[in-house]
């Protein structure tokens, strides 16, 4: 590495922040744009398998919430598209290469979502795992993107809450919906195992090494379970896992090893629904290219 | 057959006429929903979205105002009638794939529903004069919206044809009397609107 | 006519200063307002936004000091050794045990 390299690693390292027009080794603005650009996809791959539900949410309150929640995710794609976008990729490039399988989402919204008890689930669990890794990233050491994880936090703090209150009521509900809930969690449970990735230790993490993320993801987990599975429990839900179980002197938590063959099956374009989501959005994009010709003068 | 809930309506006049604005904001809001995640762009859909939360919050607080003449709940009005129980105009029924017509229609149902909140601001009723109030204070940024987005557009000709195609419908809008029945539309989105809630015992709480 | 970006500054409460909160793309001020206060306002955590075009904006990064301006810092202004000097002339010392 050469030595203006070296000189950046280290200051990075030493908690030094980068803003959009400082000086970058090649690397660094490779996989930082390749990393928040897999965040930007995923809040906008995230809202396909919830928006279905926003049209059967069985209240109007419930509506509301799941309207927000969703709208939300809308939101944070933006804006974390705009800070691809200042790092040098137009945000239509990157939903060419999202739509053609080039770039990729996070595991967890390539799978289905079956009934209102996955509503409950997803609002609760995905949002708390994807809240672990945001909170870490509020610490990144390029700038532009921390600052929006502020905003980012404080908004699925609101899906936390929503999920929660899904699931409290239907856990004193009747024993069809307490039902719904589990069944969720049993087919929720594998993908967010591996939604933090695979237990690669920090200093063989490129990504951690530069400081982009900031938490190993071996520590996002766990963190996780500790947050988590004493409030799952605690409904008198079980986890469809027998090894799991935290080792009270260390305080680390056992779990049977996920999948990570799944993991890296699913992420490269061969989960249960990706697919049939990536047709969706590039029919959406389609049908509407001629609204961004007239508004945005995009040449689509 | 006219389900117990409402075999008060024609003693009620209030309720059948709040019911009918409720059930406008409500199909309206849920139409306009469809498109979260799926505007033409990123910044329309969050903007888009508010508008659709807005309607919904108004279709509720119309609900909740006709729910306590009848001795019911806000969600059991917006939920558990049957399609030919609904009051709202064909207008807002339309599923609508394409932009330019739902903007049309946004257009088209804010211009009417000005004139419609202007006559109930002028009621001699107070809690309706006063929701009409409140309402029109929002619908005011969804009228900002649809000019904005109109003066866009006039120049393309399928959003002309799409204008012309939903005009004659929004005539229903300002003036119930003209409401003749449903479209099939309406009876296909209330199945998927009431799915999850017809899925357990009336009166579970979600 | 193209899609200009727009730079956000939010006051989160009135009396605190504008920060940069963002930035959004929209085809001019009107459609700039409407998605501002959506992106920046819809939960009621703005009491006021300015929007800006990016082309307005005038950023300054590079200062210059070349013959060390320390009258101009902190620094300039040694004043410890001194005060600790004038307190011992004077009997006023912290260090002195009656304080005189």
């Known amino acids: 590495m050469e030595q203006r390299e070296q000189e950046f690693l280290q200051y990075v390292q030493d908690g030094g922040q980068v803003e959009v027009d400082d000086w970058m080794p090649d690397e660094y603005r490779a996989r930082l744009r390749k990393f928040i650009e897999m965040h930007a996809n995923s809040e906008l791959m995230g809202v396909l398998p919830e928006r279905e539900w926003i049209l059967r949410a069985p209240t109007l309150q419930r509506k509301l919430a799941l309207t927000a929640k969703v709208q939300d995710e809308v939101g944070h794609a933006q804006l974390i598209y705009r800070v691809v976008e200042d790092l040098g990729k137009p945000r239509e490039q990157c939903f060419d290469?999202?739509?053609?399988?080039?770039?990729?989402?996070?595991?967890?919204?390539?799978?289905?979502?079956?009934?209102?008890?996955?509503?409950?689930?997803?609002?609760?669990?995905?949002?708390?795992?994807?809240?672990?890794?945001?909170?870490?990233?509020?610490?990144?050491?390029?700038?532009?993107?921390?600052?929006?994880?502020?905003?980012?936090?404080?908004?699925?703090?609101?899906?936390?809450?929503?999920?929660?209150?899904?699931?409290?009521?239907?856990?004193?509900?009747?024993?069809?919906?307490?039902?719904?809930?589990?069944?969720?969690?049993?087919?929720?449970?594998?993908?967010?195992?591996?939604?933090?990735?695979?237990?690669?230790?920090?200093?063989?993490?490129?990504?951690?090494?530069?400081?982009?993320?900031?938490?190993?993801?071996?520590?996002?987990?766990?963190?996780?379970?500790?947050?988590?599975?004493?409030?799952?429990?605690?409904?008198?839900?079980?986890?469809?896992?027998?090894e799991l179980r935290k080792d009270e002197e260390t305080g680390r938590w056992h779990f049977t090893e996920p999948d990570w063959d799944e993991l890296k099956s699913v992420v490269t374009g061969h989960g249960p629904k990706t697919a049939d989501r990536l047709d969706l959005r590039r029919q959406a994009r389609e049908r509407s290219a001629w609204v961004r010709q007239v508004v945005l003068a995009d040449a689509a | 057959m006219v389900s117990p809930m409402l075999r008060n309506v024609s003693e009620q006049g209030r309720a059948q006429l709040l019911l009918g604005i409720a059930d406008d904001e409500l199909i309206l809001g849920w139409r306009d929903s469809e498109w979260t995640g799926v505007a033409p762009f990123l910044e329309e859909d969050v903007a888009f979205s508010s508008i659709a939360q807005n309607e919904i919050g108004h279709a509720r607080a119309l609900y909740e105002l006709a729910a306590r003449d009848l001795g019911t709940t806000a969600d059991e009005l917006a939920f558990d009638r049957r399609p030919a129980e609904y009051r709202c105009a064909q207008l807002v029924e339309l599923r609508l794939p394409g932009w330019e017509h739902t903007i049309a229609r946004h257009c088209l149902y804010e211009a009417a529903d000005a004139e419609r909140l202007a006559r109930l601001i002028a009621s001699d009723d107070p809690e309706v004069a006063g929701l009409a109030a409140k309402i029109d204070r929002e619908e005011a940024y969804h009228r900002m919206h649809a000019d904005m987005w109109f003066d866009r557009l006039s120049g393309e000709p399928r959003f002309q044809a799409a204008l012309e195609e939903l005009r004659p419908l929004a005539t229903a809008i300002a003036d119930p009397e003209l409401r003749n029945g449903h479209t099939p539309d309406l009876a296909e989105l209330l199945e998927v609107m009431t799915e999850v809630r017809r899925s357990q015992p009336p009166g579970t709480t979600w | 006519m193209t899609a200009t970006i727009w730079e956000v500054f939010r006051q989160e409460r009135k009396g605190q200063a504008f920060q940069h909160a963002g930035s959004i793309e929209a085809p001019d001020e009107r459609f700039a307002d409407w998605y501002a206060r959506e992106q920046y306002g819809r939960r009621g955590e703005s009491a006021a936004l300015w929007i800006v075009p990016r082309d307005a904006v005038h950023p300054i990064e590079d200062f210059v000091d070349e013959l060390n301006r320390n009258y101009h810092r902190v620094d300039g202004y040694p004043l410890k050794e001194k005060l600790k000097e004038a307190r011992e002339r004077a009997g006023t010392s912290a260090a002195a045990p009656d304080g005189s």
Not at chain 1, 125 to 147: F, G, M, N, W
Request: proline share 6%; charged share 20%; aromatic share 12%.
């Open chain 1, 97 to 242: 290469d999202l739509i053609s399988g080039k770039s990729k989402f996070h595991n967890v919204f390539h799978y289905p979502t079956k009934t209102w008890g996955d509503v409950g689930v997803i609002a609760w669990l995905v949002d708390a795992a994807a809240i672990i890794s945001q909170k870490a990233l509020l610490k990144c050491s390029y700038a532009p993107y921390a600052r929006i994880m502020k905003k980012i936090c404080w908004e699925e703090s609101f899906h936390i809450l929503h999920g929660r209150d899904v699931v409290l009521t239907m856990m004193l509900g009747t024993d069809d919906q307490r039902e719904l809930v589990q069944e969720a969690l049993n087919r929720w449970w594998g993908p967010l195992m591996q939604f933090h990735g695979n237990p690669i230790p920090a200093d063989e993490d490129p990504t951690y090494q530069w400081r982009i993320k900031t938490q190993a993801n071996d520590e996002a987990r766990q963190q996780f379970l500790d947050g988590y599975v004493p409030q799952i429990w605690e409904l008198g839900l079980t986890v469809p896992d027998p």
